[in-house]
């Protein structure tokens, strides 16, 4: 099983609705979460880290379900801009802080 | 404030020839480096990380290795690359303690 998983997409959906993904980790000892966004040949950028008892900016919601081991992103609203890949990532090694990703959910909003 | 700065940005190589990537941070100090890979459709695979000057960890065994003169210094280098070394080559500084990483502009690496 892979340290990091999620839904490679694509998710298709139309300006203004609201999307949601999940992604899922193996090792219950994972510590830190986040949510990085990747426009295509671009690099990573940090979107929003991931609190226990969740966090919201703006249009945008994480949350982390430590019991099943996954967090999810939530987009209310979604705007062409928000068109992407979305990549979840964890520390994982307990006492290592290595971060280890998802390889992405690729999103496009549809005008 | 911190910035990154990795160059350059698109590298075309033929197979066998050595290759050299550099990266930089400025406003921190003592920053944990990172090398990560990103192949074409796939995900970011860990190459190498940094605690310290001088001290390289490496995740994949594989022909590229990475040193760090010094503390503000990450390079990664090959001696003879080959074609599946092409991919999307990152530099990344990590925010201790949370670990929040923070990307370069990335190379775009076409081994030929």
């Known amino acids: 099983r892979k340290e990091v998983e999620q839904d490679p997409g694509p998710f298709n959906v139309p300006e203004g609705a609201t999307v949601a993904f999940n992604c899922t980790y193996s090792?219950?000892?994972?510590?830190?979460f986040f949510w990085y966004r990747q426009d295509c040949r671009k690099e990573p950028k940090l979107l929003m880290s991931?609190?226990?008892s969740g966090n919201e900016d703006g249009r945008f919601t994480a949350q982390l379900n430590r019991a099943s081991q996954y967090i999810s992103l939530l987009i209310r609203d979604s705007k062409l801009s928000d068109s992407a890949t979305y990549l979840c990532?964890?520390?994982?090694?307990?006492?290592?802080?290595?971060?280890?990703f998802g390889t992405g959910t690729r999103l496009t909003i549809i005008p | 404030s911190q910035t990154i700065h990795q160059w350059p940005a698109t590298l075309v190589q033929p197979v066998g020839s050595p290759l050299s990537l550099e990266c930089t941070v400025e406003g921190t100090s003592n920053p944990n480096l990172y090398w990560y890979r990103q192949a074409a459709g796939r995900g970011l695979q860990l190459l190498f990380y940094?605690?310290?000057?001088?001290?390289i960890s490496s995740e994949v065994p594989q022909n590229l290795s990475a040193s760090r003169p010094q503390d503000r210094q990450f390079i990664l280098s090959s001696k003879k690359l080959l074609l599946s070394d092409s991919g999307f080559y990152l530099c990344?500084?990590?925010?201790?303690?949370?670990?929040?990483?923070?990307f370069g502009s990335g190379t775009q690496l076409s081994v030929l």
């Open positions: 990532a964890v520390i994982s090694t307990f006492g290592n802080e290595k971060l280890t």
């Open positions: 990344a500084w990590g925010d201790r303690p949370n670990e929040k990483l923070f």
């Open positions: 991931v609190y226990s």
């Open positions: 940094s605690v310290g000057i001088g001290q």
């Open positions: 090792n219950s000892a994972s510590q830190s």
